[in-house]
Structure formats: C-alpha cells, structure tokens
C-alpha cells in the first residue's frame, strides 16, 4: 500500500523559513518522480513543484520559484520542500505526491497533507 | 500554460440523480492527459480518472470519463451518499494545472 507522511509544517512569520519532509513506502521510490501541491484555506488545489526521480530535472510553479527548493533522497525514501522567503499567501495544506515515471506523468497518491501558516 | 474551466461551480442533486461536470481546457490538451480528482472535507484528493477517460483502480463504474480536445466531462450516473463531494479535473503534461473544482452538494 502506497503511503506519503508530511511532516515539518507549522507556524512561520513572513520572510522566514520552514522545511518539510515526506516519508515514502509501498512502492519503489527510486522510480518515481515525485510532486508538492497546496491547497490555500477554502481554496482549489495549486501544483507547486517536480523533482524526477534521479533529480535530474526539476520545475516549480512562477509563484514559488528562487524561494522554495525541492529534493529527495532516494536511500532513505524521502522527499522534502525548503521554503523560504515565506509570505502570507503561502499558507496552505501542503500535499507530497506520488508522480509518474517522468516529470509530466500523472500524479496518482496523495499524502494527508501538512499545514503550513505564515503570519505576523 | 493550460487554463481549466470547470462548471458549474456548485451542482445540487438528490441520490440516484445524474450528475454532469465539465472541464474546458483553453487550448487542446495532447494525448487526452486529463485526469479528474475527488476530494472530501479533511481528506486528500483521490484519483478517479486518468487519460480522460480510464478509471483508476477500486473506482465504481457509475463514476465515468468522456472528452478530447478542449471538452472533458465527468459523469456519476446515480448519485451515492459518498460521491457528494468537490471535483477537480487536472491536466498533467507540461503545465500541471488544476480546475477551480465544482463542488455536488446534496439537494
């Protein structure tokens, strides 16, 4: 059974930093490009960014893009999303998705999600 | 980068009805790489249909797919208890986009 575990969320004021984690198990991690896309309070969901699964390419969305920086380690099964530079419009759910063979294959497993407020 | 419309926003329906979601992509998305998600308060989004029209894998056959092009729709053919919930339809190919969502409230 496909399981994605964020961890790392939480409170953080504008201009700071946070990190969060995604512990993968059930398939094999290695072979998969893996996502991170949010979901604001009350809103639709935003794709934020794609590593591939050597993390030879990699993309972000324009609104994250030279503040938030995606890696993985593929010997531990993890994934995570450093965010800096942190504004208020980056509070959202942030979800670690499972993706496809390359970077634009289909995301299918979602994990629970992890909430992360920026605020003064 | 590839806009998704979705309508409407919100469909109110009674269980056993049909209901009819649409996506329209501002230009034509290649190989129909057009996927719809179902998300529930508190949970996240679950795959139900992916290449526009094949259904993911434990998704009941009442639940469908159908479009090309620019025109995809998402079909319950009789609304259960459990399908009241948002829709998303999501093209995955080169820009990654999602739709605002149309949510199926109970009548």
């Known amino acids: 059974e496909v399981q994605l575990v964020e961890s790392g969320g939480g409170f953080a004021q504008p201009g700071r930093s946070l990190r969060l984690s995604c512990a993968a198990s059930?398939?094999?991690?290695?072979?998969?490009?893996m996502h991170w896309v949010r979901q604001a309070p009350g809103e639709g969901l935003e794709w934020v960014s794609v590593?591939?699964?050597?993390?030879?390419?990699?993309d972000y969305a324009d609104s994250v893009k030279g503040r938030f920086t995606i890696s993985r380690d593929n010997a531990k099964s993890f994934l995570y999303l450093q965010m800096d530079s942190l504004r208020s419009e980056d509070t959202a759910v942030y979800y670690c998705?499972?993706?496809?063979?390359?970077?634009?294959?289909?995301?299918?497993?979602w994990g629970q999600g992890s909430l992360v407020t920026v605020s003064s | 980068e590839i806009v998704l419309t979705q309508s409407p926003g919100t469909l109110a329906l009674s269980p056993g009805e049909k209901a009819t979601l649409s996506c329209r992509a501002s230009e034509s998305v290649a190989s129909n790489n057009l996927a719809w998600f179902q998300q529930k308060p508190g949970q996240p989004p679950r795959l139900l249909i992916f290449?526009?029209?094949d259904r993911a894998a434990g998704i009941p056959d009442r639940i469908s797919g159908s479009g090309s092009g620019t025109d995809f729709t998402l079909t319950i053919s009789r609304l259960e208890p459990e399908d009241f919930a948002v829709y998303y339809c999501h093209h995955y190919d080169t820009s990654r986009t999602f739709g605002q969502g149309t949510k199926v409230d109970i009548k």
């Open positions: 590593i591939s699964w050597n993390s030879g390419r990699i």
């Open positions: 290449g526009a029209s």
């Open positions: 998705v499972k993706g496809g063979a390359t970077i634009y294959g289909l995301v299918d497993y």
């Open positions: 059930g398939f094999t991690f290695e072979d998969y490009a």
